[in-house]
C-alpha cells in the first residue's frame, strides 16, 4: 500500500535545510595543494568573487562558489517567503 504525503513548500525547505546542515556539521578539508589560488586569481586579474562565479573556466567557478558560500557561513540562501 503507498502513502501520499502532502508536504508544504515549507516542510521541503525545512528539510533541505536540515540535510544541508548535517552535511555541514562534517569537516570541510581543503587539499593544501589548493590552498591559494583563488584568491591568487582574484589579485591577477582584478575580479571580485561574484565576478568569478561567471568564468568560463570551471575550475574557477567552482572557487568562487566555494569561497561565496564559506563567506555565508555554509547557510543555506533563504527561500523568498
Do not use: V, Y
Amino acid at each position: 500500500m503507498e502513502k501520499i504525503i502532502r508536504l508544504t513548500e515549507n516542510d521541503l525547505h525545512r528539510i533541505i535545510n536540515e540535510a544541508i546542515n548535517r552535511l555541514i556539521d562534517e569537516e570541510i578539508k581543503i587539499n593544501p595543494e589548493n590552498k591559494g589560488k583563488f584568491n591568487a586569481t582574484k589579485k591577477r586579474t582584478g575580479k571580485s568573487t561574484e565576478e568569478l562565479t561567471h568564468s568560463p573556466n570551471p575550475k574557477t567557478r567552482k572557487r568562487a562558489n566555494f569561497a561565496r558560500m564559506a563567506k555565508r557561513g555554509w547557510k543555506p540562501l533563504k527561500a523568498d517567503d
